[in-house]
């Protein structure tokens, strides 16, 4: 059930990110920024960062709820009303929390704090659905930054921050209203100012975390042995793990001097104006995130991470993943040939098309589809069988091998 519902989840969220590409390409040149050198789009990488931020919210405020009884109930480890203790006298923006106001509520502080995980967990919830707008991205983060106020050492961890770092900028660089992405509304591309903040973020976290290494004076690190003591010394190793640690002394050290040149000198490509660039960077430093969920747990440190690697993709990079397809392709295939790696002309003698369609000619072989003319000579369509249509006039959506106008 559970695996089902995670497929409807990703089919909805593929089918929004798709609409977005439709609906911001629809009455306009769409040819990719790359062949048509205009500035790069960032409507559907912002899409894509609000629904994974939302997910990671949710994650959050979820294991927070399952631990409070323990950490922070009557009888828990740091009691709540022990903390609330240390914040009288205190302004508010050295204890920004909405706990203290648990008088004005008329409620005790243990049930506001269950009330405010429970409403991150349903804004982050509607986040991770495809809705998060201003508003709900703003609940998401003053709920957090709410309960880690409050949370002392057990939220004090470098994720929590993290999170309510993103969070904020996130709730910038988030639509005032409605769903980003969504088809029925104007297309309005996301600020700038924002967008720039998050690559930065990313910049500082990657480069900290190799600087932090070199100034520790950790001989194991100045002599690139961590990585012998690292996987067996980390928290909760994963079965991977083991297998890694055997491997031979020194690829270990190259993996350490490769961490290195990943944290240090690499994240300065993040601030480059060269979009080829920072894609590799985003694919490289996903890549070095992967392998420590891999081997290790940090909570959702690893894909918060992930999900700032996301602003360093313009809209051009997701687009082949959702078998998308521009109309400037469609017409250069169309005079350059397709599929099976020859050229093969607009009217190949003695070839048909696969699906001559119900308004139009074929007029070519295609792999896996065909391309055709249509009736009334107004432009081009090209069919196939995983049901996208596109023409020149932009990106048509078929379903089930027909033509959709």
Same mark, same amino acid.
């Given at each position: 059930?559970?695996?089902?519902?995670?497929?409807?989840?990703?089919?909805?969220?593929? *089918? +929004?990110?798709?609409?977005?590409?439709?609906?911001?390409?629809?009455?306009? *040149?769409?040819?990719?920024?790359?062949?048509?050198?205009?500035?790069?789009?960032?409507?559907?990488?912002?899409? $894509?960062?609000?629904?994974?931020?939302?997910?990671?919210?949710?994650?959050? =405020?979820?294991?927070?709820?399952?631990?409070?009884?323990?950490?922070?109930?009557?009888?828990?480890?740091?009691?709540?009303?022990?903390?609330?203790?240390?914040?009288?006298?205190?302004?508010?923006?050295?204890?920004?929390?909405?706990?203290?106001?648990?008088?004005?509520?008329?409620?005790?502080?243990?049930?506001?704090?269950?009330?405010?995980?429970?409403?991150?967990?349903?804004?982050?919830? @509607?986040?991770?659905?495809? =809705?998060?707008?201003?508003?709900?991205?703003?609940?998401?983060?003053?709920?957090?930054?709410?309960? $880690?106020? $409050?949370?002392?050492? =057990?939220?004090?961890?470098?994720?929590?921050?993290?999170?309510?770092?993103?969070?904020?900028?996130?709730?910038?660089?988030?639509?005032?209203?409605?769903?980003?992405?969504?088809?029925?509304?104007?297309?309005?591309?996301?600020?700038?100012?924002?967008?720039?903040?998050?690559?930065?973020?990313?910049?500082?976290?990657?480069?900290?975390?190799?600087?932090v290494k070199i100034m520790s004076n950790d001989r194991v690190w100045l002599q690139l042995t961590a990585l012998n003591y690292h996987f067996?010394?980390?928290?909760?190793?994963?079965?991977?793990?083991?297998?890694?640690?055997?491997?031979?002394?020194l690829i270990l050290q190259l993996g350490t001097a490769f961490t290195f040149i990943l944290e240090i000198p690499c994240p300065f490509l993040?601030?480059?104006?060269?979009?080829?660039?920072?894609?590799? $960077?985003?694919?490289?430093?996903?890549?070095?995130?992967?392998?420590?969920?891999? +081997?290790?747990?940090?909570?959702?440190?690893?894909?918060?991470?992930?999900?700032?690697?996301?602003?360093?993709? *313009?809209? +051009?990079?997701?687009?082949?993943?959702?078998?998308?397809? +521009?109309?400037?392709?469609?017409?250069? /295939?169309?005079?350059?040939? =397709?599929?099976?790696?020859?050229?093969?002309?607009?009217?190949?003698?003695? /070839?048909?098309?696969?699906?001559?369609?119900?308004?139009?000619?074929?007029?070519?072989?295609?792999?896996?589809?065909? @391309?055709?003319?249509?009736?009334?000579?107004?432009?081009?369509?090209?069919?196939?069988?995983?049901?996208?249509?596109?023409?020149?006039?932009?990106?048509?959506?078929?379903?089930?091998?027909?033509?959709?106008?």
């Amino acid at each position: 059930m559970s695996l089902r519902w995670i497929q409807k989840r990703f089919e909805k969220v593929r *089918d +929004t990110i798709q609409r977005s590409i439709q609906q911001g390409n629809r009455g306009k *040149d769409s040819a990719p920024a790359y062949e048509s050198n205009r500035p790069a789009t960032y409507d559907l990488s912002r899409t $894509v960062f609000l629904h994974t931020l939302g997910g990671i919210y949710m994650i959050a =405020f979820c294991s927070y709820y399952l631990q409070f009884e323990g950490l922070y109930g009557t009888d828990g480890i740091i009691p709540v009303e022990q903390q609330m203790k240390v914040s009288d006298g205190l302004h508010w923006s050295s204890f920004p929390t909405l706990v203290r106001w648990n008088s004005v509520f008329n409620t005790d502080v243990y049930s506001l704090c269950n009330v405010l995980c429970c409403s991150g967990i349903l804004l982050s919830a @509607l986040a991770a659905a495809g =809705f998060g707008c201003v508003p709900v991205m703003f609940g998401c983060f003053v709920s957090y930054l709410s309960l $880690v106020t $409050v949370g002392d050492t =057990f939220l004090y961890f470098q994720w929590d921050s993290l999170l309510l770092e993103t969070g904020f900028l996130a709730v910038l660089y988030a639509p005032l209203w409605g769903r980003p992405g969504n088809a029925s509304q104007p297309t309005q591309q996301p600020a700038r100012v924002p967008l720039y903040m998050l690559r930065f973020l990313l910049f500082k976290l990657m480069l900290m975390s190799g600087v932090v290494k070199i100034m520790s004076n950790d001989r194991v690190w100045l002599q690139l042995t961590a990585l012998n003591y690292h996987f067996a010394s980390q928290p909760i190793p994963t079965p991977v793990a083991w297998y890694i640690r055997q491997m031979h002394p020194l690829i270990l050290q190259l993996g350490t001097a490769f961490t290195f040149i990943l944290e240090i000198p690499c994240p300065f490509l993040v601030l480059v104006p060269f979009r080829s660039v920072r894609h590799g $960077v985003a694919v490289v430093q996903a890549s070095l995130q992967v392998m420590i969920m891999l +081997t290790g747990n940090y909570g959702f440190f690893n894909l918060l991470t992930l999900c700032l690697c996301i602003p360093l993709l *313009d809209d +051009t990079f997701w687009a082949p993943f959702l078998l998308v397809q +521009t109309a400037a392709n469609a017409r250069e /295939k169309a005079l350059h040939g =397709f599929g099976d790696g020859e050229d093969t002309p607009l009217l190949a003698p003695g /070839k048909k098309s696969t699906w001559p369609g119900p308004r139009g000619m074929g007029v070519g072989p295609m792999s896996g589809g065909s @391309l055709g003319m249509r009736g009334d000579g107004s432009g081009t369509y090209m069919h196939s069988n995983s049901g996208y249509v596109r023409d020149n006039t932009g990106y048509i959506m078929g379903s089930g091998g027909g033509y959709s106008n």
